[in-house]
């Protein structure tokens, strides 16, 4: 029969425990102990089946990964990771599954002891036994009782893993490749979350990059640059991506292919691969100077047509928008930093060529496209901007950045 028959009365008593509205201070703060308690010992009966549905594999009978499975039952993502990285880890840690047994340790701090002691392993050069495993248990447990967080336990696990490099000839922690990472998640708002722990010599290209990427531009009328330093390193990061993705040639276009969905029935609802919805601006802006195929489906998600990238500039019109604009025709950034933006969108029957293009970095290209900036081409063949209302009423052109001190032209 199992065990299931005997954990559902409890199930049912607990959902008749009803917490009253008053309650003396006391009396409430021991409830809270105790169903603190009483979470705790569940997280780690909920770990420990997950390791026993991992050897029995039936994850892998219904076609699905153990995490994808815990999350079928209802887990958030980071807590069916957690499941699984714990009911892996307690078989070899008993005096940690002791004491999570008995509800003494959340099941948030045991995650981090579990961690802790997979980076230690990372970090030794050879074999951990199990006295040297049972020592880092311990201290790691130390940290908890003495009132660690699970971030302070993390800490403490990395001079322990330190420790055991350098004791063995082991690499310093700032050399060590085998411990970097790097994650990302899409948030509920459409956005991605990117966390990072690299090596010394990764870590001096990343900030080396972007340090040269990001110093400040001038704006228009010659103000200085309005963003802030995140937003500069966040410009700078994709700056980097679009030089990548043209491997190194500017005038090339981007190899990093983008699929966009795009429903028949509503077409202002495409959807970015990996990211989900956007909206139909971000979609015109991303057409300028991306690969993207576009995918045209039904509403069983079937394709109906597949979309060419005709719109693409070619290299030779690159070459020949380089040497008209120089560079950003709003802010001045490097051409080889630059999208080729179409005036007219090509979403809006805008043809791909010089007379309808223009250099704007991936910052100032998200200006015109979302913030109310215009681009026209002037009698003196060359582009010029039209700034939104809110920077100034009049709205007078504003000639591209490398003419503004040649005054040859006042009228767009």
Not at 79 to 100: I, K, S
Not at 322 to 339: E, F, M, Q, S
Request: aromatic content about 2%; charged content about 25%; some cysteine.
């Amino acid at each position: 029969m199992g065990i299931a028959p005997d954990l559902h009365p409890l199930l049912d008593h607990l959902r008749d425990v009803v917490v009253p509205d008053e309650m003396a201070g006391d009396d409430a703060l021991e409830v809270a102990r105790c169903l603190l308690r009483m979470r705790n010992v569940v997280d780690h009966l909920a770990a420990t089946l997950a390791g026993v549905l991992d050897r029995c594999g039936v994850a892998a009978t219904q076609g699905r990964t153990l995490r994808e499975l815990l999350m079928s039952l209802g887990c958030a993502p980071a807590v069916a990771e957690r499941l699984v990285r714990v009911g892996a880890a307690l078989p070899l840690l008993p005096t940690l599954a002791a004491h999570a047994c008995d509800g003494a340790v959340s099941g948030e701090h045991v995650d981090a002891i579990v961690k802790g002691i997979n980076h230690i392993r990372a970090r030794s050069p050879g074999e951990v036994d199990e006295e040297a495993r049972f020592r880092q248990v311990t201290d790691l447990l130390g940290q908890f009782f003495s009132g660690a967080t699970p971030a302070a336990i993390a800490d403490r696990a990395r001079k322990l893993g330190n420790r055991a490099a350098a004791a063995e000839g082991g690499l310093p922690a700032a050399e060590d490749r085998s411990v970097n990472t790097l994650d990302h998640r899409v948030t509920s708002d459409g956005r991605l979350q990117v966390r990072a722990d690299l090596d010394a010599e990764v870590g001096a290209k990343l900030v080396a990059a972007v340090e040269e990427l990001s110093a400040p531009r001038p704006e228009p009328d010659g103000s200085p640059d309005t963003r802030s330093a995140s937003r500069r390193r966040a410009d700078a990061l994709e700056a980097m991506l679009d030089i990548a993705a043209r491997g190194g040639d500017v005038a090339s276009a981007p190899r990093t292919q983008l699929l966009v969905t795009v429903p028949a029935d509503t077409p202002d609802m495409g959807q970015l691969e990996f990211m989900g919805s956007i909206s139909t601006m971000t979609l015109e802006r991303i057409c300028c100077d991306t690969a993207v195929t576009t995918v045209v489906v039904d509403d069983e998600q079937v394709p109906l047509d597949m979309g060419r990238e005709k719109r693409l500039f070619p290299p030779h019109l690159r070459k020949a928008l380089y040497l008209r604009d120089r560079c950003c025709i709003k802010c001045g950034a490097p051409p080889g930093r630059t999208h080729a933006h179409h005036i007219v969108h090509w979403t809006h029957g805008g043809e791909t060529s010089l007379g309808n293009g223009c250099l704007l970095c991936p910052a100032c290209h998200a200006n015109v496209h979302h913030d109310g900036w215009g681009v026209v081409i002037g009698l003196d063949k060359h582009p010029w901007l039209i700034p939104p209302a809110t920077v100034d009423p009049q709205r007078n052109p504003v000639p591209a950045y490398n003419r503004r001190t040649m005054r040859l032209d006042h009228a767009a």
